[in-house]
């Protein structure tokens, strides 16, 4: 008897992890082919030439489960010894698979950020069945792409061309190229179903490639290639309701896998990307009927940073930005993309309308300021221990997509594990005060929880709402 799915089930985004020859439409009658050459079209030229380019990813870590505090209480021992199992400290071992493109003969590979997010360990295994331990270059967590670099090459290694990912269009041939399922390199074959999609929601950059290709959990990390072999996007991510494809795939455009590959081969440990300097909103069709726009698109100034490259370029707060280099924008989303992906240092043209009339602004592409960090890590036996917080400046407000007008220290990373996870920090959260104590920075988290105290009352401020907690001890 068949099973019956829900209908209305929820779908879920699921971590995975050209041109087309064009002829002119007519009307044909069914026949015989005529000649061997009608009957053996094939991709395998294409498959040949992209292959061995495509590697299999395999990351660990170890993870250490910390035994019950109870067996620390001498009472507790005296008693009962060391007869029960994990008296001791235990340790286990989380693997992830998905796959790479090496994209440089001396063995750099891009993947996905969350094929190897938290790894200490990286092997890849290449389609001659070689595996060679990697190194991690770079990791971005808002691209959700990282670099590689194969240990101790002594070879060159086959790698992909980068293509255009500007260039294609909708309907174009593509084959996606990973190790679905940890089943072996797979190849499948599809189209552009379409471009530009950014309510994905997969990284801070929603600005994907979609699709029809075969792609499934295994896929992440591996190479979506147009009809002359060359890469122009990274299969990152499936729509499904039971985990296998139903031909809704997302990839990274490659232009994008440009900017993190630059800064990797630099020698930088994070992307240096442009900063605006402006809170953007998009435009609902209220927004564009009270603007007498024509259709709701485009990205709209909300805010401006004094100090920033769009104050400087003349941006006020309800400019509407419309394309970036003549690439048109149509929400917020797409401008992050475009303006994202232009190199620091030069300048970038955005359209402009401003009350009905239209023109051109001048942004130069700076990064944010850095400012003073001072980074600290909180180990104290407090509901803080295992934060990683910093001062919050624009370069990290940027970052984390936070509100430059923020004041405090943010959290930066959390520590498996650690009390402050299971306190529910989360990266990205503003500290704002401890005990009515403001946090103005670092050094005053730092002095607050060296204090003993029996609560713990916490202002936090996430995703621009104010959250007031308080913990006993």
Same mark, same amino acid.
């Given at each position: 008897m068949p099973h019956l799915f829900r209908i209305a089930a929820i779908a879920l985004l699921v971590p995975l992890l050209s041109a087309a020859a064009s002829a002119q439409a007519q009307l044909t009658v069914p026949r015989i082919p005529q000649s061997r050459g009608e009957i053996s079209l094939s991709f395998a030229p294409v498959v040949k030439k992209a292959a061995p380019a495509v590697v299999n990813v395999y990351a660990s870590r170890v993870i250490r489960q910390s035994r019950n505090p109870l067996f620390d209480d001498p009472f507790f021992r005296q008693f009962f010894g060391d007869q029960f199992p994990g008296m001791e400290s235990r340790e286990r071992v989380q693997r992830a698979l998905g796959s790479g493109v090496i994209v440089d003969?001396?063995?750099?590979? =891009? $993947?996905?950020? *969350? =094929?190897?997010? *938290?790894? /200490? &360990?990286?092997?890849?295994?290449?389609?001659?069945? @070689?595996?060679?331990?990697?190194?991690?270059?770079?990791?971005?967590?808002?691209? /959700?792409?990282?670099?590689?670099?194969?240990?101790?090459? *002594?070879?060159?290694?086959p790698a992909l061309e980068f293509g255009d990912s500007d260039a294609i269009e909708v309907g174009d041939l593509v084959l996606a190229i990973g190790d679905p399922f940890g089943v072996g390199q797979t190849v499948t074959q599809g189209i552009i179903s379409a471009?530009?999609?950014t309510n994905v929601g997969i990284s801070d950059y929603s600005f994907f490639i979609q699709t029809d290709a075969a792609i499934n959990p295994?896929?992440?990390? %591996?190479?979506?290639?147009?009809?002359?072999?060359r890469l122009v996007g990274i299969n990152t991510a499936i729509y499904s309701q +039971?985990? %296998?494809s139903i031909g809704i795939g997302f990839a990274i455009p490659v232009n994008m896998v440009r900017v993190v590959l630059a800064s990797a081969q630099s020698g930088g440990k994070a992307v240096k990307r442009p900063w605006f300097g402006a809170k953007l909103q998009n435009v609902t069709p209220e927004i564009a009927e009270s603007m007498g726009l024509k259709r709701p698109s485009g990205a709209l100034v909300a805010d401006v940073d004094p100090g920033g490259p769009a104050a400087q370029a003349g941006i006020k707060p309800g400019d509407l930005i419309v394309a970036v280099d003549g690439q048109p924008v149509d929400d917020q989303a797409s401008f992050g993309y475009r303006f994202g992906t232009k190199p620091i240092g030069g300048i970038v043209q955005l359209s402009i309308e401003r009350n009905g009339k239209s023109f051109t602004a001048h942004v130069r592409l700076a990064s944010a300021p850095e400012g003073a960090l001072d980074e600290i890590t909180i180990k104290t036996d407090t509901p803080f221990s295992g934060i990683k917080a910093v001062n919050l400046s624009p370069a990290v407000a940027d970052e984390l997509r936070l509100d430059t007008s923020a004041k405090g220290v943010v959290v930066l990373d959390v520590a498996d594990g650690s009390a402050a996870e299971s306190v529910g920090?989360? #990266?990205?959260?503003?500290?704002?005060? =401890?005990?009515? &104590?403001?946090?103005?920075? $670092? #050094?005053?988290?730092? @002095? =607050? $929880?060296?204090?003993?105290? #029996? +609560?713990?009352?916490?202002?936090?401020? #996430?995703? %621009?709402?104010?959250?007031?907690?308080?913990l006993r001890g």
């Open positions: 003969p001396s063995g750099i590979i =891009v $993947t996905n950020y *969350h =094929v190897i997010e *938290h790894a /200490d &360990q990286v092997k890849v295994a290449l389609l001659d069945k @070689r595996e060679f331990e990697a190194e991690i270059l770079l990791r971005d967590q808002r691209s /959700d792409l990282a670099v590689l670099k194969i240990k101790d090459a *002594h070879e060159r290694f471009l530009a999609r295994g896929n992440s990390g %591996g190479a979506l290639v147009d009809m002359s072999g +039971s985990g %296998g920090f989360k #990266r990205g959260d503003i500290i704002v005060s =401890v005990n009515d &104590q403001k946090i103005e920075k $670092t #050094r005053d988290l730092e @002095r =607050v $929880t060296r204090e003993r105290s #029996r +609560s713990w009352k916490i202002v936090l401020n #996430r995703g %621009g709402r104010e959250i007031a907690v308080v």
